[in-house]
């Protein structure tokens, strides 16, 4: 959605009460301004698609008990916590954050781990890796692009592409929720024990073929 520049002529006590509200919510408030003009003329901005979707991924969350979510009323990104079936039961926490503009990449997910661990960390780090192949073998070429991914210190970061046709917010947050419990479910069954790579493998692969919506 294109901007352009306006000059309004507004109460001093509106305009403190915008910036008290704006400050609240944490943006500007010029955003503000135009996110409750939006919600009074029930327009569609893109951060109002964003919370649309992530109010539909809380709810796919909240009867979890595997991922336990965090969504922030107004936020572009919503966290989830999982405990790993590992020694001293450590956590992961998954971070999706969804982007204004969309054309390219609507998102991004990050993986945050912090442990003193060597062995663990190795353990993660080597899994991370092995989600990286897998994903350039077996959905890069259905999405006709690589998939841009990083592993740094404590995260693992991957861009969320973009479909390339329309989507509601529904279908969007059910493939984010679909991915997310996919990723945590093949990391526990790795780190344990239970699954093999060519087990994790063939799951991946099985769980992508059925997907009308690939991210």
């Known amino acids: ?27 500007s408030r010029s955003a503000l ?24 991924l809380e709810s796919l969350f909240l009867p979890d008990a595997e991922l336990v979510p965090f969504f922030a009323p107004n936020a572009l990104s919503m966290s989830m916590k999982s405990s790993l079936d590992y ?13 204004r503009g969309g054309e390219e990449a609507i998102g991004e997910l990050s993986v945050l781990f912090r442990t003193q661990s060597p062995e663990l960390l190795g353990a993660l ?34 861009t969320l592409s973009s479909p390339g046709r329309d989507f509601t917010a529904e279908e969007l947050a059910e493939t984010l929720s679909d991915y997310v419990h996919l ?13 093999t790579p060519a087990e994790a493998e063939a799951e991946y692969a099985a769980s992508m073929e059925d997907r009308s919506l690939l991210i």
Request: aromatic share 10%.
């Open 1 to 27: 959605m294109k901007k352009a520049l306006f000059s309004l002529m507004l109460d001093e006590d509106v305009v403190r009460a915008v910036d008290q509200l704006a400050h609240l919510r944490g943006c």
């Open 33 to 56: 301004v135009n996110q409750l003009l939006a919600e009074q003329l029930n327009l569609m901005t893109p951060e109002r698609r964003i919370r649309e979707v992530l109010q539909a």
């Open 87 to 99: 020694k001293y039961r450590p956590t992961v926490k998954y971070e999706v954050s969804l982007f």
């Open 125 to 158: 780090q080597s899994w991370f890796r092995f989600w990286q192949r897998l994903e350039e073998r077996c959905l890069a070429p259905r999405l006709g692009h690589p998939i841009r991914s990083s592993l740094g210190e404590g995260r693992f970061t991957r």
């Open 183 to 195: 990723f945590d479910r093949l990391l526990k069954g790795s780190l344990s024990g239970r699954l």
